[in-house]
């Protein structure tokens, strides 16, 4: 008897595993579904530097500051005209939501929110420097992101 009460235990427990990471996996899904789009880059803050929508207009064409976000993946383009694609992982149960955000280059590792069409990031290399808020520090960097109208 105490077997069977042992084995329903588990049972239950691993069921109760596996809805959390179903319920886990749709979060996510519907997240970067909400995610996807067209954005341009709108603003930059890093090392106590702020370079404003205007600014980053002047420093390069359109589409060096495009970002596309489909499925959970992300692609930017170099000055060189090649797509820098990568992987997003976002994990929307966390407060605020995190985001990771993997190319051939290093990770990073974040934070996120999307107010009205405007999708904010701040971000830093190392996992264990994970911003918690949004604010730009020496070993972090926020970037601003105006999702653009479908075409």
Avoid at 51 to 72: A, P, Q
Avoid at 82 to 97: E, F, G, N, R, S
């Amino acid at each position: 008897m105490k077997t069977i009460a042992l084995a329903a235990g588990l049972l239950a427990l691993a069921l109760t595993d596996t809805g959390t990471a179903r319920a886990d996996e749709k979060d996510e899904k519907k997240a970067l579904k909400e995610l996807e789009g067209t954005y341009m880059i709108a603003g930059l803050e890093a090392m106590g530097l702020k370079i404003s929508e205007d600014d980053i207009k002047k420093l390069g064409k359109d589409e060096e500051r495009t970002v596309v976000i489909k499925g959970n993946q992300l692609l930017s383009q170099k000055k060189d005209g090649k797509d820098d694609p990568a992987t997003l992982k976002v994990d929307p149960t966390k407060k605020p939501m995190q985001i990771d955000i993997v190319s051939k280059e290093d990770p990073v590792y974040g934070i996120y929110k999307l107010e009205g069409g405007t999708l904010t990031i701040c971000a830093a290399k190392k996992e264990k420097d994970r911003p918690t808020e949004f604010k730009a520090a020496s070993e972090n960097m926020i970037i601003t992101l105006k999702k653009q109208p479908a075409k």
